[in-house]
């Protein structure tokens, strides 16, 4: 038996077939009277809501931040670098034990 | 006139009042779409009774989420993501192990099959017998190869709305797809040993 066919046969069938769009009598009515009083408050929906509101304030102040801390380091005119900061920090605690011991 | 003046409201208007407390505003709702999920729960259920447990499920389930309901896709689209799930549910809860065997099938679903295996144009995709049998083929296929097979070969939807269906990724609906026609062609295999090899 042609196993291909017959479930390309079958399966054309089942898409002949689409069931019927026919509802009960007052149905709705059904649904309506086993309603609760109110929509449950969804918690972790009013979160995630929250935080997609707090997505745009929050990267127009990491923008601001960032050019601000750009511009305020062009006009600073002490000759030190954010490299040569970034050295003095890390070094810190060598240079005391140096001068501990 | 509260009917005429429920039909001039739109969906949007509709859910804004359930929120606000207004219940009988959801019954317009259910009136207009439960035609849509009545079809698609019939595609998993056989019996009206078990259609009806699971439409009415789906309105519930609706009504309880309303909430997380954004509005940025339309409303029937939400509601039959949910539909689906709710099927899917269904299937999971009702999974039946019986297995089928040749001599369950009906005089007719027995014809239908001895047409095919003498000349498969003989046997017509609209006979009444293979709509039943495709029915008991798909009652022997695991939970997610139903959903899969229905949604992708009868429904004839893309893996991309099965995925937003579904909630499934792209590739595990195309993973669940392979493994699906494969499950039904080994059904099928089974039956076909059984009365012809």
């Known amino acids: 038996m042609n196993l291909a066919e017959l479930q390309r046969k079958l399966l054309a069938a089942a898409r002949a077939n689409r069931p019927g769009e026919d509802v009960p009598y007052a149905f709705e009515k059904r649904v309506v009277a086993r309603l609760p009083g109110k929509p449950a408050t969804d918690l972790l929906a009013s979160w995630n809501r929250t935080l997609w509101h707090a997505v745009a304030p929050c990267v127009a102040v990491v923008l601001l931040l960032g050019v601000w801390t750009f511009l305020s380091q062009r006009n600073d005119n002490s000759g030190e670098t954010l490299a040569a900061d970034l050295e003095n920090t890390l070094y810190a605690p060598f240079d005391s034990q140096i001068e501990t011991w | ?197």
Request: aromatic share 10%.
């Open chain 2, 1 to 197: 006139m509260p009917d005429s003046a429920a039909v001039e409201r739109t969906d949007a208007e509709l859910i804004a009042a359930v929120l606000n407390g207004e219940t009988a505003s959801f019954e317009p709702l259910v009136k207009k779409y439960q035609p849509r999920v009545f079809v698609t729960a019939r595609r998993y259920a056989r019996r009206e009774s078990e259609v009806e447990d699971i439409v009415q499920e789906v309105f519930l389930k609706a009504f309880q989420k309303l909430r997380s309901f954004r509005g940025d896709a339309p409303f029937e689209h939400w509601l039959m993501r949910l539909a689906v799930r709710t099927c899917y549910d269904f299937l999971r809860a009702h999974r039946r192990n019986r297995e089928v065997s040749f001599a369950d099938f009906s005089d007719e679903e027995s014809d239908w099959l001895e047409r095919f295996a003498a000349n498969p144009s003989d046997a017509g995709d609209d006979a009444a017998a293979a709509r039943q049998l495709v029915e008991r083929i798909l009652a022997q296929l695991s939970p997610a190869a139903r959903l899969v097979i229905t949604l992708l070969e009868i429904e004839d939807r893309s893996v991309k709305e099965i995925s937003a269906l579904t909630g499934w990724s792209v590739p595990v609906v195309k993973i669940r797809a392979f493994r699906a026609r494969a499950e039904m062609r080994k059904c099928l295999k089974k039956l076909a040993r059984e009365k012809y090899l």
